[in-house]
Each structure stands twice: as C-alpha cells, then as structure tokens.
C-alpha cells in the first residue's frame, strides 16, 4: 500500500541522514585512532563532534567524506552507502577541511568552478554567484587565492564545499585562526544554511562553539564516542550552578552545623562554595543563607554561576567513566 | 561516467600550462633548437648518411621522442604530485570521481600537452632540415600512444613521489638515460653485436624504431614489435594504476 505524500515526507525526516555503524580505524603503524563508532546524524540538525586535539574527530570526518579508509564499520550518507554507491554519497556531501588547503595560483571563480564540476554538477555561474556574495568573496573573485588573507582563504573553502549544493556540510574547526567577525560571519552563515535543509556536521574545541551553534553534542575522547547528548539536555543534566560567599572572617574548617549543605571552602578560607543541582526545585540557598545569620557568619559578597559546557566538557574527558555512571 | 569532474580536471590543467606558457613549451622548444644546431648542424654536417637518410633528418624522430617522454613523464607527474604536496588533495579524494575519470582527466591533460609539443618541435624542425613523413597516420598514432603511456607513468611517478627530489629522480636516472641509449642520435645496427642484445631490454628502443619507420620506412626493430611493446608498457601502467587506487597506496590512509 502506497504512504501519502506527507506520511512518507515525516517517515524520511526521521530516517538518520548519517548513519554511522561500528567503524573502527587502525592506522598502518598500529594507533588506533577510531574504536567502534555508532552515531546517528539527524536530517536538518548542527552537531557538534568536541574533543580535545588527536582525539579521533578529524579522521572520522575523513572517512566519512572518503579521504580516509576506515578498517571495520559501515556509514550511510543521504541514503547511500559511502562504499558501495560511493559517487551519490559524495555528491551529496560538501567538506570544508581544517588546513588551509589552497590551490595558490588559481583565481578564487577558477577554484569554485573547479569543485562543482568536480562533483559532477553542470556550471550555474548565478549560484555561484550567490555562494561568493554571501561570502562577501564576489569583490575578489578575480584574485589569485594566495593574494588573500587568512581569513578569506577560509571562506574560499567554504565556498568550494558549497560550490555543488551538497546537503551535509562537514566544518571542520571552522573557527581555526579566524578572528572573532569572520567567526560570527560563519555562525550566521550555518544557521541560514540550516534553514535552508542543509545538515552541519562540525568539529571543535572551542566550547562557546559548540555551545552557540549546535543542536546536538558528541563528545570523542581517545577514539571513542563517549557521550550523544541534545545540547539543551546536556548542559541540565550535567549542568551545576555555584553559590560563592566571599567571607568577611577566613574560615579555617567549616562548622558541624553546616553539614546539610554540600559546602567547601576555598581561596584559603576566605570563600565558601555552596554547590548545587539546577534541576531541583528546592535549591536550599535561603536556608543556607539563614543558617550563616544564625551562627553570625558574616559575608561582604555573593556570586552564582552556572557550569559552562567548558565545565561539563573537561569533566567528561577527564573523567569519563564516572561521567556516564 | 562524471563528465563535468573529467571536465573539471583537464580544464584545470591545461589552465595550468597556458599559465606556465614560458616553462611549459619554450624552454623545450629552445634545448630541442640546440640540440638541432648542436647534433644536426654543426656535428651532422660531418657524419655519414644512416640508411640514406641525413644525420639531421635521421634524428628528428628521435628528438621529438625524447621530447615527448620527458614532457609527458614531468607534465603528469607534476599535475598529481602538486595537489598532493599543497594538500588540495582532500577534494578529490571526497569528490565523486572514480580512478578511471580522475586518470583521463590528469593523463588527457598531459598527454594533450607533450603531443602539442611534438607537434611544435616538428614544425621548428623544419627550419632546420628537410624531412618527410612516409606514415603520416602511424606517425600521429605513436605520438599519441607514446604520449598517453609515458603520461601514465608519470602519473604513477607523482602518487609514488613524496618529495620534490624523487619526482625528479626517475626522469634523471632512468627515463634520461633510456632515451640516449634508445637510439635517439643513432642506429642500435652501429653498436657492437652485445651492446645491440642488450639494448633490446631498453623499451625506449622500441619507441623510437617504430617513430623513426613512420618517417623514413626504416626501423632498428619490427614495426609490429614496437607497437606490441609500447602497448604492453601502456597496459603495466594502467594495472599498477588501478591497484593503486583500489588499495588506496600513498593516497589513501
């Protein structure tokens, strides 16, 4: 029996667009770089892959995209195994690579027109038009590419990985070497190209990154994928805000009648730091603040604060056994 | 079959050697000059017909032979080698391309380029010395098979180099040798009868006979020889090409 129309539309939606399964990669001198690796990538979705330096990001991007070969696993790519039917996988795909990989001599139009015939797509100089403009690179398209700066030779690439309209944009450290405007250029630039139905898959370790940008977060630490988190619910599950008390008296160890409270003391006595669960209801800074009235603990200031993803990122990687317990 | 990626390729390198103009044609143009009034003039003047044939005359094949190897060889080898040192690479490592269209692409540009440059220092010949062509057909079909085997090699030689020293290193130490020792400036019929045994193992040998017969009608080897030996290079080459790719050697990790 034949779905409708809408019914087949919301049944492909939900169908993942990357669907990673088992993929494991053992370089020839022995590291093992990627331990069985399972992950799904929604339609439509930004995710995130954070890790620190060598963790394994960048070569699961590659084996995604065909530059690497992985040594087990399988991954579907818009439908299309990335093997087997490796020329629809990777037409669907564009891949924006964290070296500035350039060809020096060649004129910014020449490269753009280069990659999209490249990817097997007849030339439409009125949308390559609009990649350029929209990458404020039209002014420059008749100049040699290693006449341009830094910054621009990012938005080159950026440009080339769009050039044949792929629906999955791979950014790899997007932000490396970029000053903070071309950054926020390219943050507005992914967010319209999600609007637009384009799937961003980026890596970095930059937290305010991620942080900003992404739906969904994956954490990779020593080749393994150790968390899959929605960032929403990540940032509250793992998430802890902090009340500090900045004493008037230093405090040598903290008092019998404090013990309800989950406290330590820090900056050699001179602060008080009451942790506690964002998600309860009853946070117990009132009675803890009524408490210090009554044993005539005096304090000149307080400040609260919410763990950052940096936190929970750097809790996770260097404890990640306990973190997922 | 991604006409547009085949497309894509060979434009971008034949872009490459109309920027290039200068390094890509004069300067071959220029030492194939000298070696013209060097070896065909000022030399040639005093060597004795080879087969009735002029000295000058008599080593044009040759040089336009020596020519196409080592433009062809350099051409391709470059064309790979450069995406590969720059790291552009990644892009047509993830592009939709199979081997066989990233070979045409890359091997048409540079076999395109050295019969260009054939036919370019044929016709500086003509100022030089007179010649014919007795099979203009045959002499078109060696320029082209020649070029688009020697392309091929070359190509190998590009995925194979990791360094700027060893893209150089095949050409110097064996291609350059081969070439002078293929008959280029003389008949393998004047070498005493061991260094003729062995200069039958020198493929370049082959090439040249069958170029030289497609001029003059005379040849140092059957015709039918030649044209079995270049095509079995051709098929060596593209059998280590397509293992290559297939296993992903010095390109894939």
Known sequence: MNKSPTARLSAESSIPIISVRGVNKTYAGGFQALKNINLDIQRGEIFALLGPNGAGKTTLISIVCGIVNATAGSIIADGHDIARDYRAARAAIGLVPQELHTDAFESVWATVTFSRGLFGKPSNPTYLEKVLRD??????????????SGGMKRRVLIAKALSHEPTILFLDEPSAGVDVE??????RMVRELREQGTTIILTTHYIEEAEQMADRIGVISKGELILVE???????????KQLTLRLRQPMSIIPAELSNWSLTLCEDGHALVYSFDTQTEETGIAELLRALGEHGIEFKDLRSSESSLEDIFVSLVHRPMEAQA | MNIYGIRAIYRFEMARTFRTLMESVAAPVLTTSLYFIVFGKAIGSRMGDIDSIGYGAYIIPGLVMLSLLNESISNASFGIYMPKWAGTIYELLSAPVSWIEVLIGYVGAAATKSVMLGMLILGTARFFVPYQIAHPVWMIGFLLLTAVTFSLFGFIIGLWADSFQKLQVIPMLIVTPLTFLGGAFYSINMLPPIWQQISLFNPVVYLISGFRWSFYGIADVDVAVSIGMISGFLMVCLTFVWWVFKSGYKIRR
């Open chain 1, 230 to 240: 929605d960032k929403e619910v990540l940032m509250r599950k793992l998430g802890k």
């Open chain 1, 135 to 148: 990458l404020s690179l039209w002014d420059k398209r008749n100049e040699k590419i290693m006449a341009l």
């Open chain 1, 182 to 187: 071309l950054r926020h250029d390219m943050w």
